[in-house]
């Protein structure tokens, strides 16, 4: 019997339960333990194999200290094409991608610690410098 896909949108709020948790260097063992969970499942839910319900939703976006929308905001659209009801722009799906990884969110990070915005901007253009033309 073939295994079945995770949908996209579990997939998405499991992403960005991850990168939150990530951002907050929290383990997935300390966040299983403040929901009554083994960190097995969250990683479940954190690559979307396992649906989060409503109810656990909100009690991982208070123990991430998120409003829940957080886990939707640029999530993909739903069958048909429906809107999210969202009213701003979600943000590209590789930026999502980019600070879930722990490469990404260290940069960020690190980046955001930088005071100066002058010294923030030539490091813009170093690195727009280095990967080149599009």
């Not at 722009?89 to 940069?107: I, K, Q």
């Not at 955001?112 to 010294?119: A, D, F, G, N």
Request: hydrophobic share 40%; no cysteine; aromatic share 6%.
């Amino acid at each position: 019997m073939a295994k079945k896909a995770p949908n996209p949108i579990d997939k998405h709020v499991g992403s960005r339960v991850r990168m939150r948790r990530m951002m907050l260097s929290m383990s997935q063992e300390k966040l299983g333990d403040a929901l009554g969970l083994t960190f097995q499942q969250v990683q479940k839910y954190e690559k979307g194999t396992n649906r989060i319900g409503a109810s656990r939703l909100q009690a991982i976006a208070n123990i991430l200290q998120v409003p829940v929308s957080f886990f939707f905001e640029g999530a993909p659209h739903g069958p048909g094409g429906m809107s999210s009801g969202m009213s701003e722009a979600p943000s590209p799906a590789y930026v999502s991608d980019f600070l879930a990884t722990s490469d990404g969110l260290s940069l960020t990070k690190s980046f955001m610690r930088i005071k100066s915005s002058k010294l923030r901007r030539r490091i813009v253009d170093l690195v727009e410098q280095i990967a080149g033309d599009e």
